[in-house]
């Protein structure tokens, strides 16, 4: 069974209505929008820090990439166990994950590269998803189910 992270870019005139509980009626392109196996992330990055540090405490070792993933973020719409629980970055949020995220070696391609990317999306493409997202000064929901 797989878990999977869903990041949205979204109008930043829309986290106050997230924050609420309220969902905004929102057009969503597929260049808006980024999923990957939640587990496939967890797994590399704890063998990537293993290897590069000696700890399997990917979160601490990368806290931008634990960030873009939803950890230490402001939680919308928590839920118990099994459940989703949602998060929101706002575009500062976005642009200091967007660099962070370079800096700690996730981010091999710009925001270009997201544009002109194929619908086929994998954890490389994340760091561009996130760049693409700071250059258009957007927000990013996402969730983990």
Known sequence: MSMWLTLTKIEPSFIEQ?????????HVST???????YRILDAVAEGRAEVETGAADWMTVYPWLARSAGHGCAAVNEHGLGDVSGFVLTPDEVCRVAEGLVTEGW???NAAAWAAGSKDRGLEDLGPFFAAAAVEQKAVVGKVN
Do not use: H
């Open 107 to 109: 981010a091999s391609k």
């Open 31 to 37: 260049e808006d929008t980024y999923a990957c196996d």
């Open 18 to 26: 997230i924050v609420e509980g309220r969902e905004p009626l929102v």
